[in-house]
């Protein structure tokens, strides 16, 4: 097994065991990148953009709370 299979495994345990952790860290990381993305493109693709995030969280297959 190679070290990125032990990393996606470890990965992998540690969503499983903590889905709570796993929302919030998801939820952080697509408002960043989804504020930076509108902050780039001077707000002019807002409403695009905030479909793209509520898309990339549903991907992720956890539910807000």
């Known amino acids: 097994m ?3 299979d032990e990393v996606k495994k470890k990965a992998t345990e ?3 065991k903590n889905p ?3 929302e919030k860290i998801s939820d952080a990381v697509i408002e960043k990148v989804g504020d930076a993305a509108d902050t780039a493109t001077k707000h002019k693709y807002s409403d695009q953009i905030a479909k793209a995030e509520a898309k990339a969280d549903d ?3 956890i539910e807000k709370a």
């Open 59 to 61: 991907s992720i297959g």
């Open 20 to 22: 709570d952790k796993v």
């Open 2 to 4: 190679g070290i990125f």
């Open 14 to 16: 540690f969503a499983e």
